[in-house]
């Protein structure tokens, strides 16, 4: 039984390899993928580490030949210092994984990511049970059903919490600026994902896009948002600028980044490059005509705002399109290839990073804002649906200070220019 499992590990592990370093094809690494006979010598240690555990390990109830295997790969990956990016998942969570993207899962609703070692909450989904329950950006998750799951990888850590709408999960969270961590019941449900949402700000000729993630349809769904407020304007009063949120985005695919950004920026323009492993620089630029390239616009980013989401707000910044508000971006600038395993698995290694118009790296570096504005992530943000109900005293009342920044200098860009008489008196 041990030489049966050790053969099929080790054809699983070939695949690995031949998957991983394959991608040198793509990057400049390699010419070609590493073969079995050409595992590298220190691969050794690992088959001596598995037999010992096999032959000498007390509690062979515990010995789970998946989860070795899946913890194997996890730590081969965290190696490689891409840790909020290059991932793996299992079978089940690529499924999920991909799901989401497509617009709708069974959950909780909420964006994660593992930090510095802890399984941090980005952001729950607007109108999730996550939301209702009392979930908060910046939640650090302890424990799953009161099991503890610290030293767990994030793929683990996703599948305990995701399962079938109308079941619970309890989660023990710490949250920001706490002392004490509480513990929250959560009923799963269907989460469907709007990924691009708007509203006309209350009072004012400005209008607000709020854009969650970079799912299948997210450019079309910003099209109609467009095209919404443009019949809008028409309608009057007429619409004179728009603040554009991108806080708390996680990313999405790099296609729709592109398509997006071609809605706000004049043809030609760069919105991306790559450099690969030999140092090699290619650009994506704008090409198709976009709905909103010339309207004035300000953008929201803060330290949830990930991947894509960076390359278009460093597209629209090196452009000078529009002024960024908030904080620092994660920082996550890789070009993720996708390999699915012959058991379902899905590799995402990151082959190329990615560097905005001006040449700036954005792994590890993130975008940085025009203004700084420090916000806790205890603050309820607005977003789209609120502002769909809100009136013009609730928005005076409301406590996002990088909002209120965002639309405080966009009012300003926006004001009438003042006319001049040719003797140089203003009327």
């Not at 190696?79 to 793996?88: I, M, Q, R, S, W």
């Not at 952001?123 to 059903?145: K, M, Q, R, T, Y």
């Not at 554009?244 to 985005?249: A, E, G, Y």
């Amino acid at each position: 039984m041990k030489w049966h499992k050790r053969k099929l590990v080790t054809i699983f592990f070939v695949l690995m390899i031949i998957v991983a370093f394959g991608a040198g094809n793509l990057t400049g690494f390699l010419a070609r993928p590493v073969l079995a006979a050409e595992a590298p010598p220190e691969f050794k240690v690992f088959w001596e580490t598995w037999d010992l555990v096999l032959a000498h390990f007390v509690d062979r109830d515990k010995i789970n030949f998946t989860n070795m295997t899946y913890g194997a790969i996890q730590g081969m990956l965290d190696t490689l210092g891409d840790k909020n990016h290059t991932v793996f998942f299992p079978p089940e969570v690529a499924k999920q994984q991909q799901n989401s993207l497509e617009g709708s899962f069974e959950g909780i609703g909420a964006y994660v990511s593992r930090e510095k070692e802890q399984f941090t909450i980005t952001a729950p989904i607007h109108g999730s049970p996550a939301e209702a329950a009392g979930i908060l950006a910046g939640d650090i998750v302890l424990a799953v059903n009161g099991e503890d799951i610290t030293s767990l990888q994030e793929w683990e850590v996703i599948g305990k919490i995701r399962g079938p709408a109308n079941t619970q999960v309890v989660l023990t969270v710490l949250h920001p600026d706490a002392v004490d961590p509480v513990q929250i019941t959560i009923t799963r449900g269907r989460i469907t994902i709007d990924s691009v949402l708007w509203a006309r700000i209350p009072g004012t000729n400005l209008a607000y896009i709020q854009i969650t993630q970079f799912a299948a349809n997210t450019s079309k769904e910003l099209q109609t948002a467009l095209q919404a407020v443009q019949t809008e304007s028409e309608k009057g009063p007429k619409i004179e600028g728009l603040v554009l949120d991108l806080r708390n985005n996680p990313g999405g695919y790099l296609q729709e980044a592109i398509r997006v950004g071609s809605q706000f920026l004049p043809v030609g323009d760069i919105i991306l490059n790559e450099r690969d492993a030999e140092g090699k620089i290619s650009s994506y630029k704008v090409e198709d005509d976009g709905l909103a390239r010339e309207i004035p616009m300000i953008a929201l980013i803060n330290e949830g705002s990930a991947s894509a989401a960076e390359i278009l707000a460093g597209a629209l910044q090196d452009n000078n399109r529009a002024k960024l508000v908030g904080q620092t971006t994660l920082g996550t600038g890789t070009v993720l290839q996708p390999f699915t395993l012959s058991d379902g698995s899905l590799l995402r290694l990151g082959v190329t990073n990615w560097l905005t118009p001006k040449l700036a790296l954005i792994k590890d570096q993130g975008i940085h804002p025009d203004v700084k504005i420090e916000q806790k992530p205890s603050v309820k943000m607005v977003d789209g649906t609120q502002l769909q109900q809100m009136t013009r005293d609730q928005l005076l009342d409301q406590e996002d200070h990088q909002f209120n920044s965002a639309l405080l200098l966009l009012q300003l860009q926006t004001l009438p220019k003042a006319k001049t008489t040719s003797t140089g008196a203003t009327q």
